[in-house]
């Protein structure tokens, strides 16, 4: 699980639109050579073949897609709640259920915000750090790793 690379600010200007990505904040060109490097550095490890699964947010979806690792597949649980913080319980067992049904296989890349990173983990990530957790999801999550923005 990695939070999203490098976007400058804060949040979303008000009245942003999911469909339309020149209403949100995106990643820059340092966010884009962060993702470029996490995809580098999986291949250098022989990660070749991953389920790539990101936020609907154009700044995980440009992360996901920059790490060019191959489909990236939206996941609406791995959504920013931010504006629906008092979910928080409800939106992380939605991703639990989501994670739990997905079949064994390839290895699952998932790109979301800090705000679900932490809900999950208990870790306040940096912007393009990531988590190994060990799934299935133990209650808590177990993180078997921290590693940093490459």
């Not at 067992?93 to 290895?107: C, E, I, K, V």
């Not at 940096?126 to 999801?137: F, K, Q, T, V």
Request: glycine share 6%.
């Amino acid at each position: 699980m990695m939070r999203h690379a490098t976007a400058p600010g804060l949040g979303d200007p008000a009245g942003f639109v999911l469909a339309d990505c020149s209403t949100q904040r995106n990643i820059d060109s340092r966010g884009r050579a962060e993702a470029q490097r996490w995809g580098e550095s999986l291949r250098a490890r022989g990660i070749t073949r991953v389920r790539l699964f990101s936020s609907r947010w154009c700044r995980a979806l440009d992360t996901a897609r920059e790490m060019a690792l191959g489909e990236v597949r939206p996941l609406p649980s791995l959504d920013s709640f931010i504006s629906d913080s008092h979910r928080s319980d409800a939106h992380v067992a939605t991703l639990r259920r989501d994670l739990a049904a997905m079949p064994p296989g390839d290895p699952l890349v998932l790109v979301t915000h800090q705000i679900n990173f932490t809900a999950l983990t208990g870790i306040f990530p940096r912007s393009g750090e990531a988590a190994i957790i060990e799934l299935p999801l133990a209650d808590p999550v177990r993180v078997l790793a921290r590693v940093p923005t490459p």
